[in-house]
């Protein structure tokens, strides 16, 4: 094989295998993130509340000591599922990821002043009836992350309470 054919190959399969990490690694990265989250498969649709943060704390990238943070990894395989989180008089946000890490869904507290309540159904499931607010996900799995921010030790204290009653799970 000549030098040429030598190279040519070699920028093939650098150029292939490029293409396959770029693809595959969203997948990858969001498949050790839900295993982490729940719990290695153990807590699937349940919220999961996170302690309050601290310098030591790592299990989300950069987390920030003023936000409470609850996650919960979702699966649709059984069904629509229902998610709600209090409302809150401070920012509050609720969003979803795709199992791919594709953040296909955002709401906040302005635009939910009463608090987050919807049906979560994949992407060409029939609409519950009666419903106010579904959101389709493009895949079966994924992680919802809910954050409110608790700058002190007792905002926080106020944030765990009224996480409390949230719902992450099939609906009943």
Sequence with gaps: MTFARLVGLALVVAAVAHVAVIVTAPYVLMRGAMDRVSREGTRI???????RVSEASRRIVRPSPDLAYSSCVYDLSNGPIRVTA???DDYMSVSAFAENSDNFFVINDRQAP????FILIRTGEPKPEGAAMVVESPSATGIILQRRVAATEERFAAAD??????VCGPMK
């Design 114 to 117: 009463n608090g987050v309540d």
């Design 86 to 88: 209090a409302a809150w």
């Design 161 to 166: 309470a009224a996480r409390k009653g949230d």
């Design 45 to 51: 649709n349940v919220w999961n509340h996170a302690p």
